[in-house]
């Protein structure tokens, strides 16, 4: 965990609780925190997940890798320790999220598992839901799919650490949710991961049964 530089500062708790926003929204904040290859679908499945989360009423938040370097971590590179600060901003930034009693959709590369066992436990000590999903895909796949042409830039030597080329990934040990997206639908993982969250008791479905009728409900909305 990052060291606390400022001195004299204290933590001010307010007069409204956690539990008061959560009764607000009818629902309990937590981090779904997407890992995996480039490529490997995570961004596709937090947009389908977020779509099926707001036709049963639960107010979620997409933190996207790409949208995320553009604003708040836009003077981060991709070295090594760019990317731990990267990570580490945006897990306090998610933490603060599921605190407010919002579910985070977190889609990061995040490649190192100690910088997101730092996540995790920056969620532990404040009671919060961490639920890592390993979007799992070959690398061959995420190659091959390429949407935005980075691996053949990468390739190519015209970028530098990118993950799965010349810096590694390590994948997690024990994720609570493991997709394998070359083998699966979107409406597949979308129902996977819903199915967790009712399971833990996050979210309580009542209007719709299957993923695909929130795709649909999305196509019709």
């Not at 590694?168 to 996977?192: A, C, G, R």
């Amino acid at each position: 965990m990052a060291n606390q530089k400022a001195t004299n500062v204290t933590w001010h708790d307010g007069e409204i609780s956690r539990e008061d926003r959560g009764n607000i929204l009818r629902q309990r904040g937590a981090t779904i925190w997407f890992t995996g290859l480039s490529g490997s679908g995570k961004s596709t499945i937090a947009v389908a997940l977020e779509h099926a989360l707001y036709q049963i009423g639960k107010l979620s938040y997409r933190l996207d890798g790409d949208n995320v370097r553009l604003g708040i971590n836009k003077n981060l590179g991709f070295s090594e320790a760019d990317r731990k600060e990267n990570i580490r901003r945006i897990g306090e930034v998610a933490k603060l999220m599921g605190d407010a009693g919002v579910i985070a959709l977190s889609s990061f590369i995040s490649p190192y598992k100690g910088d997101r066992d730092e996540v995790r436990e920056l969620h532990k000590q404040a009671g919060l839901d961490f639920i890592e999903v390993f979007v799992d895909c070959s690398l061959a796949v995420a190659e091959e799919r390429d949407p935005k042409g980075l691996y053949k830039k990468a390739r190519a030597g015209e970028i530098k650490n990118f993950t799965g080329i010349d810096d590694p990934y390590e994948s997690p040990v024990h994720p609570e949710i493991h997709l394998h997206t070359d083998q699966m639908t979107v409406e597949q993982e979308v129902q996977f991961v819903l199915d967790h969250l009712e399971e833990n008791g996050l979210i309580l479905r009542q209007h719709f049964t299957r993923a695909d009728d929130y795709i649909e409900a999305g196509a019709t909305s």
